[in-house]
């Protein structure tokens, strides 16, 4: 059984242990173990070898073979003070000397009675305690720091399993509590098990069901709303992640439940000092269109880390993502964007690196052209059809950007991402399904960043002569307005441009935005141009085209936080005064 098995692995300890072995004197662990073995058994505690007992004032009285002492400010909680008594058990055998406050500073562990906030009405406690034993004592200390204040416990259950095993237990060990709420089971990978879930948790309770609240800013509010002022302490309890849902409630609180606000206090300390966060952050100028309203929360994460906490926090405040490059395919609505843009800018999504074997590593936010520069530097010939694309490697990536007959994902090797459940992974270029401006899995993900591989060695001098001859096509037949690149996907079997152009609809106009005469594709911001102005226009195109040719055009350039199909509707019959030419 389990229980053996720990026994066994105590035995084994202790079977190991050369001089001295200290054990608690309280507990039946300890006591089945005093016994055996060859090393020395000491015991620490309030009968033990070197006796330990809490004083009516609050310190510990030391006797036995500490001889007589007092020990003042121990640490709340019964089990900081067994660990201490062990500690100074510890010292006293290896004969090193300790004053009276020795036990005062000490700042406690993380995740254990951790207070998250304090004031005079409010104190919040975030504890990792997940066993019927640990919330006991939990709560006999928390009754005991603060006894005139009201005791509320929020509780995430950790692992259906454990669940299952000691829903009873846990029931009565929570009953002892003022007020009581759950959230759903952590599954710590584990799939969900009949018995496990948290309403059977919810049954075990003999009195009033505690209530279930869910892990987003609604559970928040209802716990505000239930909570109420006064005195009170409330505390987030379990091994899950129901430190970051104690951490959002402090921080709602701190702000006065002002979200913005409060999504950054509770980011602070949780990302790294260099990660930007903003609010209301204006988007043209990090678009090529040079259109569009402010992102209501924006981040720059300097690394992984900050991205996993941006997204976690995200996800707790209910707040929906986009992951921005060098918005060269992209419009932004005039009304901006509600959610969090995360782009990519800072120095660790810029690194590229030559892997030798024709290979080069880049992360997301490395330009095209950058790319292209250290190939050609590299002699590393394949890559010069990126050259002039406006994008960052992750935008590429995810619209498997390609010119010139070529396409992203012939110089893909393999993908680093995080997909939708934010598992990191690394896979090679065949696990992607990928086709004409579409990566389904990188559309649903991060891509962190690639490794490139080059069709073949050739010399810098002739990889650069390409690249030039491509830039210079490009101006040639590209317009220098802003603009997001092609407006429409290409139907099938046609292009969209040949169509425009065919049509005659080159030069058709809505406020300042103007469908290129240059190129037919291109929409032009010919200065001050609003989204309004290009969704209309795009609006037209589609209607001239489709009732002139029969072809559908869809929009390649991607509009944040819509869909083009609802924003754009069924395509309309041409109306009387379309400048379509
Ligand atoms: C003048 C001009 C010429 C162009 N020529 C071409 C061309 O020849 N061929 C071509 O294919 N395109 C072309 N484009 C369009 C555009 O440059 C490409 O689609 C480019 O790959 C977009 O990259 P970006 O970094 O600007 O992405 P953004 O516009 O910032 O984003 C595009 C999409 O990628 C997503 N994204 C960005 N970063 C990540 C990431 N790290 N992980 C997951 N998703 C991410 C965004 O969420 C968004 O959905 C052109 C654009 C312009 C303005």
Redesign the pocket.
Known sequence: SSAAMLDGAFLQLIARTKQRVLLSSEGDLSGRFIETGGAERLTFGPGGDFRVLADADGGLQLGGRFGEARIESPPVGRFNQINGAAALAVLSLLNAGFSADVLSSFRGMARRQTVLHRDLTLTVVEDYAHHPTEITALIDCLRAMEPERRLVVVFQPHRYSRTKQFKHAFADALQAVDQLFLLPVYAAHESELDGGRVVDLVEAFDAEPPEVLSMDPDGIGRLVDSVGTGPVTVAFVGAGDIDHFGGMFTSMHRTEFESSAAWCDFLKGRVSPECVLKQEEPLSNKT?MRIGGAARFYAEPSNLCDLRALLRAAKLFGLET?????????LVPDEGFAGLVIR?SGPAWRRTEVLGSGRLWTA?GVR?KEICGHAAKAGLAGFEFLE?????I??????N???MGNWMFDVVERVQ?LDEAGQLQDLPKDAFHFGY?KVEE??R????GAILKSAEVETEASIRDRMHSYSSSRKES?PRDP????IFKNPHGNFAGKLIDTYGVKGMRVGAAEVSAVHGNFIVNRGGACAADVIELVRQVRAVIHAKSGYVLEPEV?LLGKSWDDVLGEIEPIKEGMNHG
Request: proline fraction near 2%; charge should be positive.
């Open positions: 090529t986009f992951y921005l490059g060098r918005g060269s395919n992209l990519f997301a095209l002039g694309i406006p994008g960052a992750g935008g590429a990536l995810r619209m950007a390609g010119a991402f401006r990188i559309s993900g991060i891509a962190l590209q603009s997001a690149g092609c991607l």
